[in-house]
């Protein structure tokens, strides 16, 4: 029993870069090579571990690995019993079936008695299942999109992103089943000290995340207009009102949604505001 929190993340594929560096803007350096196992952090006590994305859910159930970081499908798909702990917000996809793009679809009574391959059976057959609506259910490792086209299924049920895959193959999306993204899952008995680290580690990962979805804004706007514009921002607690050189004018500065930002732009232009500045937050504690 080390103190250390081990952190299961893929070894290699779509989620290994964002997974070391969500570690990364989280202050944790890391020594070890690639192509590594195993590597350790010299300011953090933790330990990563990397592995095929479909071995964590049991690694992490079992304790072998504390913690770990994979798409949510996975976990899902695995059934393992492990805690989902946060939702991460990159490698986000959707589940989807399709089928080709020249048969009429009808809703989903079309996939009665029918064939579908998928590399997610746990997932499909609960989905179906819960339609009442009976599919035989094809299980192949990947590739998945081609099976219809060889005459292995009727239908396939696969990870969608830009469903540029599926129209390469003859397909067209039909059906979103499920929407997921990468996420932090644990282990459920992990001892005190461990979720010490883990409480330490979710608190830097929710300052990072929050960043991201944030900007920091800095404008100039006349005097008379600062109760309409301070009500367009709400801020960490209200704006920040500075005195300008300029009579009758004043600098605000504030925090701004990402996705709310444009909108809240174009009316503070309106009111008269001038030299807007944007700038990226690193870290964002509330
Ligand atoms: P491993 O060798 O670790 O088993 P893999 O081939 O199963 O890797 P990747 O293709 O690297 O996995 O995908 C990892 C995860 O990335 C998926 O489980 C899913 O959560 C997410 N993802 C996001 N977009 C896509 C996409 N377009 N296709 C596949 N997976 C995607
Ligand atoms: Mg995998």
Redesign the pocket.
Known sequence: MGKKLKIAI??????SEKSLALLKECGIKLSGGNGKLKAEAKNFPVEVLF????DIPQYVEQGVADIGI?????VWEKKKDVLTVEKLGF???RMSLAIPKDEEYTGLSFFNGKKVATSYPEILNGFFAKKNIIVEIEEIG?SVEIAPGIGLADAIFD????GSTLLMNGLKEVEVVVE???ALISNKSLSEEKKAILDKLVFRIKAVLRASENKYITLNAPLSSVPEITALLPGMKSPTIVPLAEKDWCGIHSVVREDEFWDIIDKMKELGAEGILVIPIEKMIL
């Not at 994979?70 to 996975?74: I, P, Q, R």
């Not at 990870?159 to 830009?162: F, R, Y």
């Open positions: 893929q070894k290699s594929g779509r989620l592995l095929r994305d479909d994979l798409g949510e499908n996975e490698a986000g996809c990947g990870i969608v992103s830009t997921s993204e990468a």
